[in-house]
């Protein structure tokens, strides 16, 4: 007698690990942290030494002219990320002026647009585990091989 084989399908679905709302809700939030972490970097090809026989091009006046301004190195010795701006501009607030923090828009007639999260397409489809978003069956398995549930939850 044969054994009747069973599906691997059937396993994988039973061992999938299905996220609720709130922890979908941080996971996005700790995705948005590590990038804006990853943004406020040194450009890691700043200092590269150019080959003697690479080809020089001329400089424009206007290029020549910005090198020469000594707040350059200031502004990069004191960068500051986006949250350290809107606590600055926290501080000089007045009712009177319009900016980041006053400025408002009333919300949207319409329905969200939503987006394939790989190729960034109208999508249709939510991912079951995560909730992603994705448009088609190949945008699904390259989000399952490279993207779900693979931030720290």
């Not at 809700?25 to 804006?36: G, V």
Request: include cysteine; charge should be positive; hydrophobic fraction near 30%.
């Amino acid at each position: 007698m044969a054994d009747k084989r069973e599906s691997n399908r059937q396993k994988d679905a039973n061992q999938r690990k299905v996220l609720d709302e709130a922890a979908r809700k941080r996971r996005i939030m700790k995705q948005l942290e590590a990038l804006e972490a990853d943004n406020y970097h040194d450009d890691p090809h700043a200092n590269l030494v150019m080959h003697k026989n690479a080809p020089k091009f001329e400089e424009t006046l206007e290029h020549k002219k910005r090198k020469k301004l000594k707040t350059e190195p200031f502004k990069q010795r004191f960068r500051k990320n986006f949250t350290a701006l809107l606590e600055e501009e926290e501080q000089y607030f007045t009712k009177d002026k319009i900016n980041y923090i006053t400025a408002k828009v009333p919300p949207s007639k319409y329905p969200p647009r939503h987006f394939c999260a790989v190729c960034g397409f109208s999508s249709n489809y939510t991912c079951v585990q995560c909730g992603t978003r994705y448009c088609c069956i190949k945008c699904l398995q390259v989000h399952r091989d490279t993207r779900c549930l693979k931030w720290t939850v």
